[in-house]
């Protein structure tokens, strides 16, 4: 789950949306000795602009940064992906503290259906839901399926598409470290997930967190919504 920010100036110099702080085109600039400047800083693209709509009666214009070049690559693959007959998946995942209280998102869309899914555990680790995130998805489909998954995690994404956990199930699940293979943390999740890819025909596509992509930030606010919860039962693998 991606701690990045973005800001929003409501008054100031250039009013707008804003990925960075720092800079001669970054938020600070904007208000920085600005008379009465409005800002505000959020952590995903889509609360930025609802708060931005809501104080100036309009939407902010798109990001002028590499922002929304790499936000157009992604709905591109997105609708590509659908109208391949393939079924999409976004997660997300985190914690309250790492380790801490844990929750993950998931959103599913095939056609015109959609599924929301979610979970989480009282004690476990941001990368453990970021990987529980992807099984679930998974493991909700009812036959072997052409799937792409949308994740914001390198852990996850690089682990896949680089074959490093196919090297580490050739080695007993094992990591190479210092000359020897150790134990691989999170062995449980890693071997239920390379299983299910096993099942499917899946790709990955990492993708920047809270870029202003619709679905993963749905995937990161219900993954917030599950951190809501008095009661969470206990992680089976953590400890």
């Known amino acids: 789950m991606s701690k990045r920010k973005y800001y929003a100036v409501a008054v100031g110099r250039k009013p707008g949306l804003y990925d960075d702080w720092f800079g001669p085109d970054g938020a600070e600039a904007q208000i920085k000795a600005f008379p009465k400047a409005v800002y505000k800083s959020f952590q995903s693209h889509s609360?930025?602009?609802a708060w931005y709509r809501a104080q100036t009666g309009h939407e902010a214009a798109p990001l002028a940064s590499a922002t929304t070049k790499l936000d157009e690559d992604y709905f591109r693959l997105h609708k590509q992906a659908l109208a391949e007959g393939k079924v999409v998946i976004y997660t997300d995942g985190g914690c309250e503290?790492?380790?801490?209280?844990?929750?993950?998102?998931?959103?599913?869309?095939y056609k015109d259906?959609?599924?929301?899914?979610?979970?989480?555990?009282?004690?476990?680790?941001s990368n453990r839901m970021e990987l529980l995130a992807c099984i679930t998805g998974l493991k909700s489909l009812s036959k072997p399926s052409s799937v792409v998954i949308f994740s914001d995690s390198a852990y996850v994404v690089n682990a896949l598409?680089?074959?490093w956990a196919y090297n580490w199930q050739q080695h007993g699940w094992r990591r190479k470290q210092e000359g020897e293979y150790l134990p691989l943390r999170n062995a449980d999740l890693w071997q239920e997930l390379v299983a299910l890819c096993g099942q499917h025909q899946v790709s990955f596509i990492k993708v920047r967190g809270h870029a202003g992509s619709i679905e993963n930030d749905r995937c990161h606010t219900l993954a917030a919504a599950v951190l809501e919860q008095q009661e969470l039962p206990v992680?089976?693998?953590?400890g």
């Open 47 to 49: 609360e930025a602009q």
């Open 97 to 109: 503290g790492n380790p801490g209280k844990g929750g993950f998102g998931v959103v599913l869309l």
């Open 113 to 125: 259906r959609r599924k929301e899914l979610s979970g989480g555990y009282a004690r476990t680790t």
């Open 161 to 163: 598409t680089k074959g």
């Open 235 to 238: 992680d089976p693998g953590f």
